[in-house]
């Protein structure tokens, strides 16, 4: 048998993909029908009479309309031209059906069920009998066949030894997998390293996960946040901090946003290796990029706070005028001078009031502004997606509408709020709404309702009662109906961004849609604009926004306030982690009394 490396010298000179691949070890041998075994790759390389020097100069491309990658080899794959249907002269809906029922049609149909149900024996079974049946795998296949191993090593939820037997497995012959893909000269893409990068961790090799993001990177293949996730999760759960860090930072170099679940964990990481500045760091890109955590996030934090390398660090006496300049240079909220005060912190979980007010150290907290000129380019981009999905037309006539009957002091969703509560849509609940909004606007002027045409057409619109108030909300300019085949949401959301008013909707704008506006600015403008409803013995009631941003705050006290997620119950109290010390006077502040 050969030991060492599986790869020629010459391939790994030339090519910094196989490189990586180098680092895997021989033995992963693959079993063919007649129960004997070969190496992998080996056989396949002895096929080339020299050296391939072209694999990375001229030969690997990205597609731009994609961000697919090619990874162009010296010689073609052979096409197993018997399996592939002859579609010259069938219909598209005929051509469908071939392909469907195609060898490799087949294969990928049972693969992506053995996907959905985390069948690995059954995939495995699968892609024996497709290599000993010279059928052609496909990148779907490989990658199914990739994210169902690398899913069982990670598995917890198996009973009676199954999980070490299921993981050993997948861990094996992933990684033989993968190299036959290569052998096979099939063109990886992201989600392929992703599923090699969580096989190498699952062997306790974030090492080689991280490389494969550097690879990958090299290759043109722009990184996903998921890329990272193996490596990064890895040396947190090894405490390799200097590593981590490495990896995070590496996040930043390729634009990739870590997320809750990236930054708990070097949360965590730091405040067990007693890194002070770098908890003060995350705990602000937790403000920052996640603004509301969860409850094993609060957890960590309230530890910290507890422990006694918290109150062993901090400043005593500070420069009063730095941290408020920091305050107003930030838009409130924080100061970002580092650790304020001395010695224990009073940790509780407590409430905030009404009015802001925190129940345990009756701090105030502050509605930290927004900007105008990100409102207005918030505006701007809400429009250009929305002209992007919608028919443009349609969009550009709503636009003119609304320049014309501008402004209002509440819009209104008026599919949302007809149905909150409701088996049916109910007229007499947007209406009861629509005349508390007047009540309480400075100008008495009626909120903008948004409405689909289906809604004002068609059902309990035929009702007279509801065409008189069709008909009144209509002649006060207070109605727009969307347009048959438009998704309304956009023009609801554009309207209040755009007139800088309230938003009665309790739509918590979580789907694909909201995604696409981003997770900075959105949220701290839905904070500051949303009012929700809840329906109680006492009838409706509407929700306005806080007076005060539900974010981790910093005060100028050196304080800290770290509001957790709520669930869907919208009048539920938030709990909130208060953890304060005892106040005292910086020097500065003696001085210029």
């Known amino acids: 048998?050969?030991?060492?490396?599986?790869?020629?010298?010459?391939?790994?000179?030339?090519?910094?993909?196989?490189?990586?691949?180098?680092?895997?070890?021989?033995?992963?041998?693959?079993?063919?029908?007649?129960?004997?075994?070969?190496?992998?790759?080996?056989?396949?390389?002895?096929?080339?009479?020299?050296?391939?020097?072209?694999?990375?100069?001229?030969?690997?491309?990205?597609?731009?309309?994609?961000?697919?990658?090619?990874?162009?080899?010296?010689?073609k794959s052979t096409v197993n031209e018997s399996s592939a249907p002859n579609t010259g002269t069938m219909s598209n809906k005929s051509k469908k059906k071939a392909r469907r029922?195609?060898?490799?049609?087949?294969?990928?149909?049972?693969?992506?069920?053995?996907?959905?149900?985390?069948?690995?024996?059954?995939?495995?079974?699968?892609?024996?009998?497709?290599?000993?049946?010279?059928?052609?795998?496909?990148?779907?296949?490989?990658?199914?066949?990739?994210?169902?191993?690398?899913?069982?090593?990670?598995?917890?939820?198996?009973?009676?030894?199954?999980?070490?037997?299921?993981?050993?497995?997948?861990?094996?012959?992933?990684?033989?997998i993968f190299q036959q893909m290569i052998t096979d000269k099939v063109d990886p893409n992201e989600a392929t390293f992703t599923s090699v990068a969580r096989l190498a961790v699952a062997k306790e090799d974030p090492e080689m996960a991280f490389d494969l993001v550097k690879q990958i990177k090299s290759f043109g293949i722009p990184p996903k946040l998921r890329s990272y996730g193996p490596a990064l999760f890895g040396f947190c759960k090894l405490g390799n901090t200097d590593k981590a860090y490495e990896v995070d930072a590496h996040m930043g170099e390729s634009g990739v946003v870590p997320e809750e679940p990236e930054l708990s964990a070097l949360l965590k990481l730091s405040v067990d290796a007693k890194k002070v500045d770098k908890v003060y760091e995350i705990l602000h890109r937790l403000r920052t990029l996640v603004r509301q955590v969860s409850e094993s996030t609060f957890k960590i934090i309230e530890d910290w706070f507890d422990s006694v390398d918290a109150a062993e660090i901090g400043v005593l006496n500070w420069d009063v005028s730095k941290v408020r300049?920091?305050?107003?240079?930030?838009?409130?909220?924080?100061?970002?001078?580092?650790?304020?005060?001395?010695?224990?912190?009073?940790?509780e979980r407590t409430q905030i009031d009404e009015n802001g007010v925190c129940c345990s150290c009756n701090e105030r907290l502050v509605c930290i502004d927004i900007d105008p000129?990100?409102?207005?380019?918030?505006?701007?981009?809400?429009?250009?997606?929305?002209?992007?999905?919608?028919?443009?037309?349609?969009?550009?006539?709503?636009?003119?509408?609304?320049?014309?009957?501008?402004?209002?002091?509440?819009?209104?969703?008026?599919?949302?709020?007809?149905?909150?509560?409701?088996?049916?849509?109910?007229?007499?609940?947007?209406?009861?709404?629509?005349?508390?909004?007047?009540?309480?606007?400075?100008?008495?002027?009626?909120?903008?309702?948004?409405?689909?045409?289906g809604r004002v057409t068609g059902g309990p619109?035929?009702?007279?009662?509801?065409?008189?108030?069709?008909?009144?909300?209509?002649?006060?300019?207070?109605?727009?109906?969307?347009?048959?085949?438009?998704?309304?949401?956009?023009?609801?959301?554009?309207?209040?961004?755009?007139?800088?008013?309230?938003?009665?909707?309790?739509?918590?704008?979580?789907?694909?849609?909201?995604?696409?506006?981003?997770?900075?600015?959105?949220?701290?403008?839905?904070?500051?604009?949303?009012?929700?409803?809840?329906?109680?013995?006492?009838?409706?009631?509407?929700?306005?926004?806080?007076?005060?941003?539900?974010?981790?705050?910093e005060s100028e006290n050196g304080s800290w306030h770290v509001p957790m997620i709520t669930g869907d119950d919208l009048e539920a109290p938030r709990q909130w982690l208060c953890a304060a010390r005892a106040r005292v006077k910086s020097l500065h502040s003696l001085f210029s009394n």
């Open 101 to 176: 029922e195609s060898p490799e049609g087949v294969l990928r149909h049972k693969l992506d069920m053995c996907s959905k149900r985390g069948d690995v024996f059954e995939a495995l079974r699968l892609y024996d009998d497709a290599r000993s049946n010279g059928i052609t795998l496909s990148q779907h296949h490989y990658n199914v066949l990739l994210y169902v191993c690398s899913c069982k090593c990670g598995s917890e939820s198996s009973e009676n030894g199954d999980r070490e037997n299921n993981s050993n497995l997948g861990l094996k012959r992933g990684f033989e």
């Open 373 to 453: 000129r990100e409102t207005e380019n918030f505006a701007s981009s809400l429009s250009n997606l929305a002209c992007q999905r919608e028919v443009r037309s349609d969009f550009n006539k709503f636009q003119e509408w609304l320049g014309r009957h501008a402004p209002f002091d509440a819009v209104i969703d008026g599919a949302n709020v007809g149905l909150v509560n409701q088996h049916n849509f109910s007229f007499y609940q947007l209406n009861t709404v629509v005349n508390r909004l007047r009540q309480m606007s400075p100008s008495k002027r009626m909120p903008l309702i948004i409405l689909h045409k």
């Open 461 to 553: 619109a035929q009702i007279p009662k509801n065409k008189k108030l069709l008909d009144i909300w209509r002649d006060a300019g207070a109605l727009y109906t969307t347009p048959p085949g438009s998704n309304d949401d956009w023009y609801w959301l554009y309207a209040a961004v755009n007139c800088k008013s309230l938003l009665v909707t309790n739509d918590e704008m979580r789907d694909h849609l909201f995604q696409l506006l981003g997770t900075s600015f959105f949220p701290r403008w839905k904070e500051k604009h949303q009012i929700r409803l809840s329906v109680s013995r006492d009838g409706l009631n509407l929700l306005m926004p806080p007076p005060y941003s539900i974010v981790i705050q």
């Open 1 to 75: 048998m050969l030991r060492g490396n599986f790869l020629t010298p010459s391939l790994i000179r030339t090519s910094p993909f196989l490189t990586f691949l180098s680092k895997i070890s021989l033995p992963l041998m693959h079993q063919s029908n007649c129960h004997t075994y070969r190496p992998l790759l080996c056989w396949h390389m002895h096929s080339f009479t020299k050296p391939i020097t072209d694999i990375k100069q001229n030969r690997f491309s990205v597609d731009l309309t994609t961000g697919l990658c090619t990874l162009a080899f010296s010689k």
């Open 325 to 347: 300049e920091g305050i107003v240079r930030g838009g409130g909220g924080w100061h970002g001078q580092g650790w304020l005060g001395s010695g224990k912190w009073r940790v």
